[in-house]
């Protein structure tokens, strides 16, 4: 937590989390302001930016404030928001990459834009509805995982730097969600039981064909290959694949096939069986350093792959470009454009980068596949 007595500007969504971290910060005595960022114009559809970042949501944040006496102010970043992140996102799937718009919003946006904005306002520092907890360990700041496993968003904060983190704060790393709840209701019911956000909020209905054919078009068909060179099928744009995907793809087969590559200067989505599909090394972009100074030797570490994946041992070797990580044990749907999060047994976040090519594991075989 700040320093007692700091002034913080509280990122505000209008959803559960973000409305409990204004009330304890406001009972706890902090000078306070709540600031919403505004993602979308005057219109939207009504499934976009809701229950979070939406008008709506941005009415609500500002009715909780009013209710905790805090001031409210709106951040406008409708334009950027599309440019740097929406039409990003669209492009990546048309190239064949599977990319994480959260990562990259918070270190552009809520964590870029927002940051420069209360720099402005005179904030010392800025605090999220985030369920990850913050450590100074020897002088670094490190992020840790929640308290609380089920709502752990610490794998998309892991990019964040030094100095952004030294302005953070996150009250919810030790609580629940229902506990944060309870909190929220604290001051208005309504905030306390509202519904959980989307993952991404930008696409409708969980459905993100549409967002990326309105930047990139509807791309064109291509064939569905399996690993010897066999037409299986057609696709109808290699966006709407992501490797790992079993279902959906117009394709029948004795045994069960994955995607297992997507070749977008060929416009192939290329399959394979279950044994075909796994990955027991890859190599990244640059490492962002967490809790761990930059290193060059090799280390030990436990690698996310994914939000929701349960990390494996591995070891990351530093090189120029980025690192080289290899897994205790192969994984499915190793992609490029995630991100891997390094962390130590105790949960911390060592360092992390944006996965970039992957050596597809078999007992047959081993076949290196970049973007």
Known sequence: MPPPGARVMIAMSGGVDSAAVAVLLAEAGYDCLGATLRLTGDKEEVTVFEPCCGLQAAEDARRICDALHIPHRTVRVVEV?????????????????????????????????????????????????HYARLINTGGRMTL????????????????????????????LGDMTKEEAREVARRIDVKAGNKA????????????????????????????????????LGQHEGIHRYTIGQRRGMGISSERPLYVVWLDA?????????????????????????????????????????RYRHEAVPGTVTPTAAGARVSLSEAQRAVTPGQWAVFYDDSGHVLASAKIEQFQRWSDESKNTFSA
Do not use: H
């Not at 919003?105 to 800025?126: P, T």
């Not at 956000?197 to 409708?204: A, G, K, N, T």
């Open 144 to 171: 840790a995982r929640a308290a609380y496993p089920p709502k752990d968003q610490s794998y998309v904060l892991a990019p964040l730097t030094q100095p952004q983190l030294r302005r953070s704060c996150f009250p």
């Open 196 to 231: 959980e956000s989307q993952e991404i909020c930008f696409v409708p209905l969980r459905d993100y064909v549409p967002v990326v054919e309105k930047y990139t078009g509807s791309g064109k068909p291509g064939p569905i290959r399996d690993l010897e060179g066999k037409v």
């Open 265 to 305: 200067p060929n416009n192939t989505v290329w399959v394979g069986r279950d044994e075909q599909s796994l990955c027991d090394s890859f190599e990244t972009s640059p490492l962002f350093w967490g809790g761990m100074a930059p290193e060059e030797e090799a280390f030990s570490a436990l690698v996310q792959l």
């Open 81 to 129: 928001f599309e440019k740097t992140i929406i039409r990003y996102f669209a492009g990546q799937y048309a190239e064949g990459r599977t990319p994480n718009p959260c990562i990259r919003c918070n270190r552009a946006i809520k964590f870029g834009m927002l940051f420069k904005e209360a720099k402005g306002l005179g904030c010392d520092y800025v605090a999220f509805g």
